[in-house]
């Protein structure tokens, strides 16, 4: 379901530096349980790309994640992954496979690149903190 975005909410977050994108992103998976990807069929997800390396893209709301479903990913569509699903079967994935996560980028690049362990960590702190 997810909570309800407003378009000045949705216009402003995509301004923000990507640490404060990074730390909505944790607040609002903690919060709400999900976390937004792009995928193709049913296990080709949406990957960013440097010279350090492939990293899976993340956001916190649908609207942030079809927005990005441009170029590259015009084929992919967004999908809900359960908050915790997320923590325990991607992150270990990830980590085997030394890859990072980007945290809410937009469509013209610029998330924040982080290790999943980080994530782990603080996604978990986050959700500590729910009462």
């Known amino acids: 379901m997810g909570y309800e975005l407003g378009d ?24 709400w349980g999900e976390v937004w990807l792009l995928k193709r069929g049913e296990s080709d997800w949406a990957i960013t790309r440097s010279d350090d390396g492939a990293a899976l893209a993340v956001w916190p709301h649908r609207r942030y994640a079809e927005a990005c479903a441009v170029g590259e990913w015009d084929d992919r569509e967004p999908a809900m992954v359960d908050v915790d699903a997320f923590l325990d079967d991607f992150v270990p994935h990830l980590v085997d496979d030394d890859m990072a996560v980007t945290v809410f980028p937009r469509a013209d690049g610029g998330g924040m690149v982080v290790a999943p362990r980080k994530l782990r960590s603080d996604l978990e702190a986050a959700i500590s903190e729910i009462p």
Do not use: I, Q
């Open 8 to 31: 000045r909410e949705y216009e402003a977050l995509l301004t923000t530096p990507a640490a404060k994108r990074y730390d909505h992103f944790v607040n609002r998976a903690a919060d």
